[in-house]
């Protein structure tokens, strides 16, 4: 397998924030356009969507020809992807707009642009970012491991479909419930020491949590999936119904905790 780590990567380190800071920019530019001439939520949803959708797909069709694409909006009809991508070795996974309930009840700030590329199924490079937050984060420049958390841990749970997950782990380690809303905020939440723990359950696709990831593990955060099993990516079906990015103090715990979890 390809080291995800080699220097050889540089450059997509580099392009991926590159391309999620443009779209965020046209992102965070287009919807105060929409709302200034005022535009419905659905419209605000659409066109990020595919405005968002189309930037990224060019851009990555001409800076990685070769290479393999799974976008949310695009799926697998984009580039050399098509159902191609499975072959490939190097495939980027993208979620132009992350969180479109957010994205179109402005002033919201948690919502994301996710670009990430995963080399034989592992994230290698990652970047989220947070428009309306005027952040990035990258496997480029790894945020610091948030200092140890408190003695009552903050654990994320979903502001609109709060998982079970959530609310039992909070309740078995003793944490508090912290509701927040695209899956890239809540892992930068976690990145930024803003929350200890992100457990979901009950559905996601590869798009939701491969960025993220990249970024989380780049900062030295736990991440797997709810089991403890590792994170694979470039699959058939990209349905990864769940996911856990817990800070490392709290790994033992938590999966301890999860292991009498009955979803």
């Not at 990567?9 to 005022?38: F, S």
């Not at 990035?136 to 491991?145: A, K």
């Not at 803003?194 to 996601?204: E, F, K, L």
């Not at 699959?235 to 938590?254: E, I, K, M, S």
Request: glycine letters at 8%; one cysteine or more.
């Amino acid at each position: 397998m390809t080291d995800p780590s080699s220097t050889d990567l540089a450059a997509d380190h580099r392009l991926a924030v590159d391309l999620a800071t443009e779209a965020g920019e046209l992102l965070m530019a287009l919807r105060e356009e929409l709302v200034a001439a005022g535009a419905s939520a659905g419209e605000l949803k659409e066109q990020g969507d595919r405005r968002a959708n189309d930037l990224l797909m060019q851009r990555l069709v001409v800076a990685r020809p070769a290479d393999g694409i799974l976008s949310e909006e695009g799926a697998d009809g984009q580039g050399p992807s098509d159902t191609g991508r499975l072959s490939l070795s190097r495939v980027w996974i993208v979620d132009p707009l992350d969180g479109t309930r957010e994205y179109s009840e402005p002033p919201r700030e948690d919502w994301a642009v996710h670009v990430a590329l995963v080399v034989d199924g592992r994230p290698a490079v990652g970047a989220v970012a947070l428009p309306a937050q005027g952040r990035v984060l990258s496997t480029s420049n790894p945020e610091p491991l948030p200092p140890a958390p408190p003695s009552r841990p903050r654990v994320i749970v979903s502001r609109s479909r709060p998982p079970a997950v959530a609310t039992f782990l909070a309740e078995a380690i003793g944490g508090d419930l912290v509701e927040m809303g695209s899956a890239g905020a809540k892992a930068a939440a976690v990145v930024l020491g803003r929350a200890d723990v992100y457990p979901h359950s009950g559905g996601q696709y590869e798009w939701d949590s491969c960025a993220p990831v990249a970024a989380a593990a780049a900062a030295g955060l736990w991440t797997s999936r709810l089991d403890g099993s590792d994170l694979v990516y470039n699959n058939a079906d990209p349905y990864l119904p769940d996911l856990l990015v817990c800070h490392p103090a709290l790994v033992d715990q938590v999966r301890t905790a999860l292991a009498s979890f009955e979803a």
